[in-house]
């Protein structure tokens, strides 16, 4: 595994060079020579946070295939009204 650190502005001019090395270990990105924030890969990420997503995680992403959500119905949640 390999860490890479960069700067704010080296990232923001060098992206796709962070993304690169985010997949061979994460990239340290700084702030006035401070370590601010990690870029990971999604499987460097999925491997620390046990693999589990959320719901609305897994709804946001957008290069993935759709796949069906068929959540049950809430039946349970309202009674029908007493017109009499």
């Known amino acids: 595994m390999t860490i890479t650190t960069m700067s704010s502005r080296e990232f923001n001019q060098h992206a796709s060079e962070a993304k ?8 340290f990105i700084t702030d006035r020579g401070r370590p601010a924030h990690v870029l990971l890969s999604i499987e460097d990420y999925q491997r620390l946070t046990g693999g589990r997503m959320t719901l609305a995680s897994a709804l946001a992403q957008h290069d993935v295939p759709d796949f069906d959500f068929d959540p049950p119905r809430a039946t349970h949640l309202y009674r029908p009204a007493d017109l009499d």
Do not use: D, L
């Not at 690169?20 to 990239?27: D, E, F, L, N, Y």
């Open 20 to 27: 690169k090395a985010a997949a061979k270990g994460p990239v």
